[in-house]
């Protein structure tokens, strides 16, 4: 298999916080990649150093032997990486045809043919009869396809997707993934994708990172990662019942299990998400 | 036919040559005098210039407070050129508007940076900065005393004609800004420039492009003006109250339409004609009044008017009016708040 792009020791500091500490990952052609961890552990940071909208302390990404870092998201769109964004920010003011549009004539600075190209993803993303109207009228998961829509108009090769699943109800949530699914199927893409939705992550991802603290605490294929006990440290904290399960907290799906019993995506309808740093004392002593 | 791009409308093409053709004939057929054919020369010189300035303020919701800086620069440049090396008007007018393009872009490339009321809070700076400049700059402005040029009666009234072709060509051109795909990439940057910029746009340089244009325009008006004045002096022409003068044309009409800043320049122009006459201590509050009413009640300026009218009847359907509406409101979360959902990430 051969690697499409690659990130070596990259770092991202502001201030005195490190939010990504030398992360090395590598994407291979046709794989979609998941990244995980706790709220607040670098994930976007990281999207947004590969993307080019925030440039590195340092380290590099370089795509198919190409550096795309510490330049401008547009170097990045044009050697082929387009991020979309976990709140999502369609543009207000354009019909959600024109939407699509723009990243179809400025991805690749190609006017000709973008209507077309913008009207055959808006059918591959479901939102054909949706064109002339304003993404305002859409629903949250509508918005996340036009936003997807709106990256793939842009002919990348790598696509990151910023929790793009998170936050819509479970019956679009499975038409995302099967979306996604036939994005790389389909149109031959390599995905990195960022989600707290652990069954879609777990469904979807050939392999998954962990990041904890803006390090890579584990990598692997998905069910050796989530029986990882750093990762089931990082997500509970050390001691998690007493951290991560005491009064006040929101009752999590492995409540009244301690770190030893491990939280499979089987097992596991809902998200776990962060629910413990998010809601409780903190997932970290 | 393939002669047009694909965003140029037929109807609005038409339309446009009508009202130069009407323009080009009229006041051979009223046979207006001297002073109506003036009052009608300085009301298309200012619907030029409103609409450059809603190049900036509307279609990229950088609503500068400091376009008098240029408006003066063209002015004087090209008078000294006149004064000095006689050359053809328009030459002048020209070499004006590209000094007050360049120097545009020597203010506006680091503070374009800047969104919404900080760049606008910058731009004041700068207007009053070269205001203040350009009066003790004697040698180009001639400071308080101003600079007098000569300008014949024959020489004036072929100034209408002039115009009327300027004011032509800056309206073919906002429909270019909008319309065209460049104009579509600047809707993406005036409703999200970071997420403009994830798909590939370079903001900093499609703004870049587009203050040129501005400056460089509103730099021609300015070298029209003093042309058509006969005598300038630096405090009319850098005048904090010139730059309010093309916000309040452009948001009167409509700010980020295209052609309402005409329609506001109109109304702007009969509107100081008559207060200046009657209520010369008056005129500034009154301007002030007009812009906090037509914020506050009709952003949209007489388009929003137009709009509404035209749904009343039937003549414009609602999804339409809203996409309309949706393009020319000034920043376009603010045009939908509810859309956004969730936290700061």
């Not at chain 2, 021609?220 to 005048?239: K, L, T």
């Amino acid at each position: 298999m051969t690697v499409i792009l690659r990130a070596e020791g990259l770092s991202k500091r502001f201030g005195g916080l490190k939010a990504v500490d030398s992360v090395d990952l590598q994407l291979n052609d046709g794989e979609i990649l998941g990244v995980i961890g706790p709220n607040g552990a670098g994930k976007t940071t990281l999207f947004s150093m590969i993307a080019g909208s925030i440039p590195p302390t340092s380290g590099r990404v370089v795509l198919e032997g190409k550096v795309i870092s510490g330049g401008s998201p547009r170097r990045a769109v044009r050697a082929g990486v387009v991020r979309t964004h976990q709140i999502v920010r369609p543009f207000q003011n354009l019909t959600v045809l024109e939407n699509v549009m723009v990243g179809a004539i400025y991805g690749k600075a190609r006017p000709l043919g973008a209507r077309e190209r913008a009207l055959e993803l808006l059918d591959f993303c479901s939102l054909r009869e949706r064109a002339p109207q304003l993404p305002g009228g859409l629903t949250l998961a509508g918005r996340k396809r036009l936003e997807l829509a709106r990256a793939l108009a842009t002919e990348p090769r790598v696509l990151l997707l910023d929790e793009v699943i998170a936050g819509v109800n479970p019956a679009e949530a499975l038409q995302m993934t099967d979306l996604i699914r036939s994005v790389r199927e389909k149109r031959r893409l390599s995905i990195i994708l960022i989600e707290h939705v652990m069954p879609a992550v777990m469904r979807l991802s050939d392999r998954v990172i962990v990041l904890d603290a803006g390090k890579k605490i584990a990598e692997g294929k998905p069910p050796q990662v989530v029986k990882d006990p750093r990762v089931i440290a990082a997500y509970l904290g050390e001691s998690a019942s007493e951290a991560a399960l005491g009064p006040g907290s929101l009752p999590t799906p492995v409540s009244g299990s301690g770190p030893a019993s491990h939280p499979t995506p089987s097992s596991n309808p809902t998200p776990i998400s962060s629910s413990p740093s998010k809601k409780g004392p903190g997932g970290r002593p | 036919m393939k002669l047009l791009p694909h965003w140029v409308s037929r109807p609005a093409l038409a339309a446009l040559v009508a009202a130069v053709a009407i323009g080009a004939v009229v006041p051979k057929v009223l046979g207006w005098s001297v002073y109506s054919q003036n009052q009608v020369t300085e009301t298309f010189l200012f619907v030029a210039a409103a609409l450059a300035w809603n190049w900036m303020g509307g279609y990229l919701g950088q609503v500068s407070f400091g376009h008098s800086a240029m408006f003066g620069l063209g002015g004087f440049i090209s008078a000294r050129l006149l004064l000095a090396l006689h050359l053809p008007f328009w030459m002048a007018w020209i070499a004006g508007g590209l000094v007050a393009a360049g120097y545009a872009l020597v203010w506006g490339h680091p503070t374009l940076r800047l969104r919404g009321p900080y760049f606008s809070i910058a731009t004041i700076g700068v207007g009053e900065a070269t205001r203040l400049v350009m009066t003790y700059w004697e040698d180009l402005t001639g400071g308080s005393s101003g600079l007098s040029l000569p300008i014949t009666a024959g020489l004036k009234s072929e100034l209408y004609w002039w115009a009327l072709a300027l004011m032509a060509l800056v309206i073919a051109g906002s429909y270019a800004l909008r319309k065209s795909t460049f104009g579509l990439g600047l809707l993406a940057i005036k409703s999200d420039v970071d997420a403009a910029a994830d798909v590939g746009i370079s903001p900093t340089l499609m703004q870049d492009i587009v203050l040129l244009l501005s400056g460089f325009t509103v730099g021609v008006c300015g070298a029209f003006y003093a042309s058509f004045q006969n005598f300038i002096e630096p405090g009319d022409m850098f005048g904090f109250d010139r730059s309010i003068s093309f916000v309040l044309m452009a948001v009167i009409g409509g700010v980020g339409t295209i052609i309402g800043p005409a329609f506001g320049a109109l109304v702007f122009v009969i509107l100081r004609q008559y207060l200046i006459g009657s209520y010369p201590q008056l005129y500034l509050g009154i301007y002030g009044l007009l812009l906090i009413v037509v914020i506050l009640f009709e952003p949209l300026g007489m388009m929003g008017l137009f709009f509404r009218i035209g749904r009343r009847f039937g003549l414009l359907r609602p999804e339409v009016e809203a996409t309309l509406e949706a393009k020319a409101a000034v920043g376009g979360a603010a045009a939908d708040p509810g859309a956004r959902t969730g936290g700061p990430p």
